[in-house]
């Protein structure tokens, strides 16, 4: 089991930066590929950011290529989202998943969730 829990969202104004945090807690968190997800209102979840096991691998989704950076501390059981150059279009909740094995761009590959945490980019 592993237990997943979101910091870090807040309200910023278009441009500015934001760095979101997944604290794990549970057994053998660096065995575990992570994935960030988001979902803005009256729209489906949608693949953000995914990491390997070992933070070597990243994947970006198409509209936060080049402004968002996935990392992990493995010591620490946390994985990071570094957004930058935000637009209000990247409004919604964001969660971070787990899943063993390869990181993967698809929700339902992932076995554990956070609650989320809400991310606003104001004009």
């Known amino acids: 089991q592993v237990q997943l829990v979101e910091s870090g969202g807040g309200l910023v104004q278009a441009g500015g930066s934001l760095r979101l945090s997944c604290a794990a807690s549970g057994r053998a968190f660096s065995s575990y590929a992570m994935g960030w997800f988001r979902q803005a209102p009256g729209k489906e979840r949608e693949f953000v950011a995914a990491?390997?096991?070992?933070?070597?691998?990243?994947y970006y989704a198409d509209p936060v290529k080049g402004r968002f950076t996935a990392s992990r501390d493995n010591a620490k059981n946390t994985v990071y989202l570094q957004m930058d150059s935000l637009k209000p279009e990247d409004t919604a909740v964001y969660s971070c998943a787990a899943r063993r094995g390869a990181a993967l761009s698809t929700a339902p590959s992932y076995d554990y969730w956070g609650q989320g945490t809400q991310v606003t980019v104001s004009s």
């Open positions: 990491i390997s096991w070992s933070g070597a691998t990243t």
